[in-house]
């Protein structure tokens, strides 16, 4: 918290300081130069649904425009879950083991995209969602949150989207939509900065009409 408050004061920004934190002590925060009119944390008087994002309506050049910042329940999917030996039942004890594992994330999302999704839905104003999805792009996370919105990425991306660095393999699992009014300009993810296990992914929008 007394990161933000210098950081605002170095750069004169908006700061919304209602930082989220999960039990990892991983937190959700927004940041503007521009007037943050409202904000709130999306969430459900739930004890088992834990708090998915935090959204705020900035005003900018005279319009307002809800930001929408998501992180989904993590699957907490170890690198050594996948190493399978040559054993073959010992191999499919540990598909099992990993299905067990995931199945509980699963439904955990399927709460979590409806709650964001309503807040997508009733928005008065044109949305910008972008966060940590923990999920791939063929999945039902990425389907029924794009739904109605423009993949940045797929609008002005080049080459890999991948931003997620932990694995060997590429993977993606941050994403950045919008309303179709906005038009994403430049999709970059920032490789030059290891900030955590996620490369910042920096995307520009022009608001004119299309």
């Keep these: 918290m007394q990161m933000l408050c210098s950081f605002r004061k170095t750069v004169e920004m908006h700061i919304n300081l209602k930082v989220m934190k999960s039990e990892s002590g991983v937190g959700l925060t927004i940041l503007s130069k521009h007037k943050i009119i409202s904000h709130k944390i999306i969430e459900r008087n739930d004890e088992d649904v834990k708090v998915p994002g935090l959204q705020a309506d900035i005003e900018i050049e ?42 509980p994330t699963f439904k955990k999302h399927q709460t979590q995209v409806a709650l964001i999704r309503e807040v997508i839905d009733n928005s008065p104003y044109p949305v910008i969602l972008a966060g940590d999805f923990n999920s791939v792009p063929n999945s039902y996370e990425y389907y029924h949150l794009s739904d109605g919105l423009e993949d940045a990425f797929i609008e002005a991306g080049k080459g890999s ?7 060997k393999f590429p993977i993606r699992i941050d994403y950045v939509f919008s309303s179709k009014s906005l038009s994403a300009v430049s999709y970059k993810v920032d490789r030059s900065v290891s900030l955590s296990d996620h490369y910042p992914v920096i995307v520009k929008f022009s608001t004119g009409n299309k």
């Design 62 to 103: 005279g319009k307002i425009y809800r930001f929408i910042n998501i992180h989904l329940q993590s699957f907490h999917f170890e690198k050594d879950m996948v190493k399978l030996n040559g054993n073959a039942d010992t191999n499919e004890q540990k598909v099992k083991d990993i299905v067990k594992t995931l199945i």
């Design 161 to 167: 989207a991948t931003s997620f660095h932990d694995y």
